[in-house]
C-alpha cells in the first residue's frame, strides 16, 4: 500500500491560483510517476496531469495546459500540481495517484488519494 493524503483544496476566485500537494507514506514514492485526476459532478473522473518517476516527462490535459504545473520533490515524497487562471469549470474534487507509467488512464494507476475540493467562482 501506498497511502497519499492531499491537501485541503479551497475556494477561489475565478483567474486565481492555488498549489495542491499530495504526500506519499512510502520510501519508495521516487520509482512511482504520479498524476493528478479531478472529477465535477455529475461527471467521470478526467485526467489531469501526471509526471514521470524522474520528471523528465510531463502530461497535460488540453484543458489545463498552460495553467497548471505538476512537479515533484522526492527527498519530501511529495507531488504538487500548482494552478493558475482558475475557472469556474476547473471546480472539482481533485485526486493524485500513484502508478508505474505516468499515463492517462486511470487503470495505469494502482493507489489513490481520498481526493480534495477545489470550487472556483466566478
Not at 512510502?26 to 461527471?43: D, L, S, V
Not at 471546480?91 to 486511470?106: F, L, S
Amino acid at each position: 500500500q501506498v497511502p497519499l493524503i492531499e491537501s485541503v483544496g479551497g475556494l477561489v476566485q475565478a483567474g486565481g491560483s492555488l498549489r495542491l500537494s499530495c504526500a506519499a507514506s512510502t520510501r519508495t514514492f521516487r520509482n512511482f510517476a504520479m498524476a493528478w485526476f479531478r472529477q465535477a459532478p455529475g461527471k467521470e473522473r478526467e485526467f489531469v496531469a501526471s509526471i514521470s518517476w524522474n520528471s523528465a516527462n510531463t502530461l497535460y490535459a488540453d484543458s489545463v495546459r498552460g495553467r497548471f504545473t505538476i512537479f515533484r520533490d522526492d527527498p519530501k515524497n511529495t507531488v504538487y500540481l500548482q494552478m493558475s487562471s482558475l475557472k469556474p469549470e476547473d471546480t472539482a474534487v481533485y485526486y493524485c495517484a500513484a502508478g508505474p507509467n505516468p499515463r492517462p488512464e486511470m487503470n495505469e494507476y494502482d493507489y489513490w488519494g481520498q481526493g480534495t475540493q477545489v470550487t472556483v467562482s466566478s
